[in-house]
T-cell receptor
Framework: DAGVTQSPTHLIKTRGQQVTLRCSPK?????VSWYQQALGQGPQFIFQ???????QRGNFPDRFSGHQFPNYSSELNVNALLLGDSALYLC?????????????FGPGTRLLVL | RKEVEQDPGPFNVPEGATVAFNCTYS??????FFWYRQDCRKEPKLLMS???SGNEDGRFTAQLNRASQYISLLIRDSKLSDSATYLC??????????FGAGTTVTVRA
């Protein structure tokens, strides 16, 4: 049973560029959440997708956008990259039963913005 | 004030020792509580949920104090493999996980 997978594993971009990160949820899961983890910090919630719609959003600017596909996989897009966007981007999947459902994390994508 | 605050540590303990640390949360409407474990440069993994009555999972014991708004984790008989960052997580009646910055535990031989 495949867990949550993310691609790419590492990425280097320059300021002002755009980036797309990808996530495939754990088999049987229909909900995908994205988190940003800066060095030395806990993960910060970006947004969650369910039924191809953004269901909830954290305190991130509109430069961060996402998409969920019919097969439940998801993309995170970040436009106009800033140095401060350098972080580990984590995808988590779960079942849309309720907030208490366990979220399973993928290995993350390490983004470095130069 | 941060929604979830943790003592960053590090807690350096010998094998076999007991180590305990707390986490405080600011929102009294918080409903679900968890401890996640994160190894260096890896993803967070659920260690255990925290229930109002307190709960144990092997060598790990979690407690919740709603009146004082804190959660604790105690690790008994520490193993080298327990070395990690422990993330305190709370949720309200929504879907986002709110993480603390983590408490680092290092178990030495």
């Amino acid at each position: 049973d495949a867990g949550v997978t993310q691609s790419p594993t590492h990425l280097i971009k320059t300021r002002g560029q755009q980036v797309t990160l990808r996530c495939s949820p754990k088999s049987g899961h229909d909900t995908v959440s994205w988190y940003q983890q800066a060095l030395g910090q806990g993960p910060q919630f970006i947004f969650q997708y369910y039924e191809e719609e953004e269901r909830q959003r954290g305190n991130f600017p509109d430069r961060f956008s996402g998409h969920q596909f019919p097969n439940y996989s998801s993309e995170l897009n970040v436009n106009a990259l800033l140095l401060g966007d350098s972080a580990l981007y984590l995808c988590a999947s779960s079942l849309a039963v309720g907030p208490e459902e366990t979220q399973y994390f993928g290995p993350g994508t390490r983004l470095l913005v130069l | 004030r941060k929604e979830v605050e943790q003592d960053p540590g590090p807690f350096n303990v010998p094998e076999g020792a007991t180590v305990a640390f707390n986490c405080t949360y600011s929102n009294s409407a918080s409903q679900s509580f968890f401890w996640y474990r994160q190894d260096c440069r890896k993803e967070p993994k659920l260690l255990m949920s925290v229930y109002s009555s307190g709960n144990e999972d092997g060598r790990f014991t979690a407690q919740l104090n709603r009146a004082s708004q804190y959660i604790s984790l105690l690790i008994r008989d520490s193993k080298l493999s327990d070395s990690a960052t422990y993330l305190c997580v709370v949720t309200r009646n929504d879907y986002k996980l709110s993480f603390g910055a983590g408490t680092t535990v290092t178990v030495r031989a």
